[in-house]
């Protein structure tokens, strides 16, 4: 029995390895997106600076490992049978609970994932023991008063850090302005010593003070004397900040280096044990029960001494902080949450992650309305100042590259660091990856980045967030609670059929991932580089290519979906036609996603170009929906007639329509190569064709009304009713076809007018 509770530890670690590698790379890296925004440093120099605090905040962070031990759970009361049950069910469950959430692309959180597993486990199993054993009480088993603190201090932090942030944010930038190095000669000295001292606090007074590793006589002189450490910090820094400043030295960028290294220790502190700590929870009980039980067996063993605080092996914690850093440092996908943290806070416009929504909407509308309401109540000279100090015409970016100034990444760093470090030193396990989302939402919305043309949409990802994340909380709870049942009445064929889905899972997640990720860089490579160009008209060379690429896409993709539907009428395939109507939902999705990002490209352009194409453009913009509109109404009735088995095609119309589906077919092919190679030497010859093809179109549905007119019975007027509005959606397939083509033709040409263009 020994054995295989030995093959469960060990499977708890390398889950533990694993999630260790897939946290630091999925959101955690959030600590990087502020240094990496403002473009303070090279990659290379943010990372060292990082992983110094990784490593820090790793070794200091065994407080918070006993949130696992008996944070939620009284192991006193459990057996080790049982607590090894709960620890394998939490891990099993975490791995299918973030799959899932990955899978669905909808947000999520290891703390708070982890921290509702823990709940709905005990809670499963504390329900079965107070079943079994009446003396028990409930109370007894669960954690009740610390699982409520801990689930009020993660939902509380989500209001405080985007009112927080939200609030000092507008302070500074009304005293540093956008043209912050104008407007910093005596303030950038406060703001830095009260930067540093807030750091400085945090990180060494209560993060390295409390540390086992430090000699008790010097954390006895901190705790006595803090206030009186502040106070000198604050005067200090706050002259050497000056005579920084006076050295033309950014105090900013040296606010955001060490606001970097205090968040990227603060993460590691305050989430390793959402990683680690339920693997060492049951190492420590497998230890513990093979030196202690003494004849014991697994159900009658009590692991009361989970009770004592932990002190997890600094190897352990080494190893676990170089797994971190070797993950910051080598993952492709930290990187691309990191570009998605900059994106969703830039200051300027772009794709947005999210689209519109109901709630996000009226929210936007009573906001503006409030906002309207309530300058009244300013003078207007009043109003007038504020405005000036928010002129974002003036702001000072490092580069061209980057997505917001370092007055912004500062405050974000400096406000999240306190935050998870104040959560830390509480031992509340406050998830990072959304208090870091919610200063830097709260920092944007003050310093206006959220405008009336994109605010709906930010508002709609804070609210998306949000929800994922109570849903993470419910799914976790239940999932786990599930897990945990099955589990204990299942025994070891069900341990260790979860223990091989797990693996299973991460197979197939990975596969996945790097699938989606190749796709996804793909599309967004164009338009990424369009929106970081300034000169407008590389923006319009973009903008032309990122036209040609999406237009000549979805022809080729609708010429696949008229083929797949034409074939499964004839053929009385059901679920090709399945298929092709959930892949048109996706593909309109997709339109809409193309279209904010080339209307943001066509604002960027020269005046005068957007101007004269805009007309043409829209036309393209609308053909390509028109096409998929289009095959919607022609396979509406068509899959309805499948779907119900009525009377198949019959073999004479299928003969009939054939010429006309080849006809199409070589259009739709030449219409593809014209406009994905930008050659129009036969555009006229296509056009005509087309013509042609419409007119043969309508003489074939004569024939064929003047057929369904002479038939006297009612047998086969389904099949030809969907017949004939087969023919007349497939004439309105080669109409919005020829004004595709001769939309991309007019939009791509170079030197002509469009009022020139419009009368040809």
């Known amino acids: 029995m020994e054995t295989i509770y030995l093959c469960i530890v060990i499977f708890l670690l390398c889950l533990a390895v694993f999630d260790l590698f897939v946290g630091v790379s999925n959101d955690a890296v959030n600590f990087l997106q502020s240094a990496v925004g403002a473009r303070v440093a090279s990659f290379r120099t943010i990372l060292i600076i990082a992983s110094v605090g990784v490593m820090l905040g790793a070794v200091m962070s065994s407080g918070m490992m006993d949130v696992a031990r008996h944070g939620i759970m009284m192991p006193a009361h459990y057996s080790f049978h049982e607590v090894m049950t709960i620890m394998?069910?939490?891990?099993?469950?975490?791995?299918?609970?973030?799959?899932?959430?990955?899978?669905?692309?909808?947000?999520?959180?290891?703390?708070?994932?982890?921290?509702?597993?823990?709940?709905?486990?005990?809670?499963?199993?504390?329900?079965?023991?107070?079943?079994?054993?009446?003396?028990?009480?409930?109370?007894?088993?669960?954690?009740?008063?610390?699982?409520?603190?801990?689930?009020?201090?993660?939902?509380?932090?989500?209001?405080?850090?985007?009112?927080?942030?939200?609030?000092?944010?507008w302070l500074s930038r009304i005293v540093f302005t956008f043209h912050y190095s104008k407007h910093s000669r005596y303030s950038i000295a406060i703001f830095g010593g009260i930067a540093f001292t807030a750091l400085s606090y945090f990180i060494f007074m209560k993060g390295m003070g409390k540390s086992p590793y430090l000699p008790e006589n010097l954390r006895d002189y901190i705790e006595e004397h803090t206030n009186w450490l502040l106070l000198c910090t604050f005067l200090v820094s706050t002259v050497a900040m000056q005579a920084l400043h006076l050295l033309r030295v950014n105090i900013f960028k040296f606010t955001v280096l060490m606001g970097t290294f205090?968040?990227?220790m603060a993460f590691a502190g305050n989430d390793l044990v959402n990683f680690i700590g339920v693997p060492l929870a049951g190492l420590d009980s497998y230890q513990d029960f093979t030196a202690h039980a003494h004849g014991e067996t697994i159900d009658t063993f009590m692991m009361s001494?989970?009770?004592?605080?932990?002190?997890?092996?600094?190897?352990?914690?080494?190893?676990?902080?170089?797994?971190?850093?070797?993950?910051?440092?080598?993952s492709k996908k930290a990187q691309h949450v990191i570009q998605t943290s900059v994106d969703l806070s830039r200051q300027d416009e772009g794709d947005e992650m999210f689209g519109s929504s109901r709630a996000a909407r009226a929210i936007v509308r009573c906001s503006l309305n409030l906002i309207e309401g309530g300058k009244?109540?300013?003078?207007a000279g009043l109003r007038r100042w504020v405005g000036t100090r928010f002129n974002t015409n003036e702001v000072e970016l490092q580069d061209d590259k980057a997505a917001f100034d370092v007055v912004r990444a500062a405050i974000n760093?400096?406000?999240?660091?306190?935050?998870?470090?104040?959560?830390?030193?509480?031992?509340?396990?406050?998830?990072?990856?959304?208090?870091?989302?919610?200063?830097?939402?709260?920092?944007?919305?003050?310093?206006r980045a959220w405008s009336r043309e994109s605010a709906v949409f930010r508002v709609t990802g804070v609210l998306s967030v949000i929800g994922g994340w109570f849903i993470t909380a419910g799914v976790a709870f239940i999932a786990c609670a599930l897990v945990c049942l099955a589990m204990w009445f299942g025994g070891v064929i069900v341990q260790c059929g979860f223990m091989?889905?797990?693996?299973?899972?991460?197979?197939?997640?990975?596969r996945q991932y790097k699938a989606k990720s190749a796709k996804a860089k793909?599309?967004?490579?164009?338009?990424?580089?369009?929106?970081?160009?300034?000169?407008?008209?590389?923006?319009?060379?973009?903008?032309?290519?990122?036209?040609?690429?999406?237009?000549?896409?979805?022809?080729?993709?609708?010429m696949e979906?008229?083929?797949?539907?034409?074939?499964?009428?004839?053929?009385?395939?059901?679920?090709?036609?399945?298929?092709?109507?959930?892949?048109?939902?996706?593909?309109?999705?997709?339109?809409?996603?193309?279209?904010?990002?080339?209307?943001?490209?066509?604002?960027r352009s020269p005046m005068d170009l957007a101007i004269e194409r805009n007309t043409w453009f829209h036309v393209g913009i609308n053909s390509d929906q028109q096409y998929v509109y289009t095959l919607r109404r022609m396979l509406a009735p068509i899959k309805e007639h499948v779907d119900n088995n009525f009377n198949p095609l019959p073999k004479a119309y299928e003969t009939e329509y054939e010429p006309i589906h080849r006809r199409v077919n070589e259009l739709m092919r030449a219409t593809y190569e014209q406009i994905s190679t930008g050659q129009y030497a036969n555009y006229r010859a296509t056009l005509a064709e087309a013509d042609g093809c419409k007119d043969d179109l309508s003489l074939v549905r004569k024939e064929h009304l003047n057929r369904m007119q002479k038939s006297h019975g009612t047998k086969m007027i389904q099949v030809d009713l969907v017949y004939l509005n087969l023919l007349q959606e497939t004439q309105q397939l080669l109409s919005v076809m020829r004004h595709q083509l001769r939309a991309a033709k007019k939009f791509m040409e170079e030197g002509q007018g469009q009022l020139q263009s419009l009368g040809d």
């Open 88 to 169: 394998l069910a939490v891990m099993v469950t975490d791995i299918i609970v973030l799959d899932a959430f990955n899978t669905l692309g909808m947000p999520t959180s290891t703390t708070v994932s982890l921290v509702f597993e823990l709940l709905g486990g005990t809670a499963m199993l504390a329900l079965l023991k107070v079943m079994g054993d009446p003396t028990l009480e409930y109370a007894d088993l669960l954690n009740s008063d610390k699982a409520l603190q801990v689930i009020i201090a993660i939902f509380v932090s989500v209001a405080i850090s985007f009112v927080i942030g939200m609030v000092v944010m």
């Open 262 to 264: 205090g968040l990227a």
């Open 305 to 330: 001494s989970l009770m004592e605080s932990a002190t997890t092996t600094p190897l352990y914690l080494i190893l676990a902080g170089l797994v971190m850093i070797f993950a910051m440092a080598t």
């Open 376 to 379: 009244r109540l300013f003078p």
């Open 413 to 447: 760093l400096v406000i999240a660091s306190m935050l998870i470090t104040f959560g830390t030193n509480h031992q509340l396990p406050l998830s990072t990856t959304y208090v870091t989302f919610m200063v830097a939402m709260g920092t944007s919305l003050a310093d």
């Open 500 to 510: 091989a889905l797990v693996v299973f899972l991460l197979y197939r997640s990975n």
């Open 522 to 558: 793909q599309e967004d490579d164009t338009f990424r580089l369009m929106m970081r160009t300034r000169d407008p008209e590389l923006v319009w060379e973009m903008l032309r290519s990122h036209v040609r690429d999406t237009q000549s896409t979805v022809c080729k993709y609708i």
């Open 561 to 603: 979906q008229y083929n797949a539907i034409v074939e499964a009428f004839a053929t009385q395939n059901v679920r090709a036609l399945r298929l092709s109507q959930k892949s048109m939902r996706r593909e309109l999705d997709l339109l809409k996603k193309y279209r904010r990002q080339e209307m943001l490209g066509l604002r």
